[in-house]
Nanobody, 119 residues
Framework: QVQLLESGGGLVQPGGSLRLSCAAS????????MGWYRQAPGKERELVAT???????NYADSVKGRFTISRDNAKNTVYLQMNSLKPEDTAVYYC?????????????WGQGTQVTVSS
């Protein structure tokens, strides 16, 4: 059973920073594209940032310049450094592992970690 375990969420004031971590197990981590998604109350889940196996990154326009995604294949871990946080960043953040094998796409999700930005 693939497991993605997120950590690092919490309550932070506007303008503050948090670093989320996602530790993966039971997958060959280096062969998976990794990503962070978020879901705010009453809204659909949305992409925050992704990082490919070749360490190419992509960000939602709303977080560009503030968030940084990175990965450490030796630790089977993907990170999301979040700076200059805003109240609108409040959401449950989910880690995703994705791999394309021919016609089939494999997606795995973590349980999520709550991030609350409030004064």
């Amino acid at each position: 059973q693939v497991q993605l375990l997120e950590s690092g969420g919490g309550l932070v004031q506007p303008g503050g920073s948090l670093r989320l971590s996602c530790a993966a197990s039971r997958i060959i981590f280096s062969l998976y594209n990794m990503g962070w998604y978020r879901q705010a109350p009453g809204k659909e889940r949305e992409l925050v940032a992704t990082i490919t196996t070749l360490v190419s990154t992509n960000y939602a326009d709303s977080v560009k310049g503030r968030f940084t995604i990175s990965r450490d294949n030796a630790k089977n871990t993907v990170y999301l450094q979040m700076n200059s946080l805003k109240p609108e960043d409040t959401a449950v953040y989910y880690c995703n592992a994705q791999q394309q094998r021919g016609w089939e796409r494999y997606d795995y999700w973590g349980q999520g970690t709550q991030v609350t930005v409030s004064s």
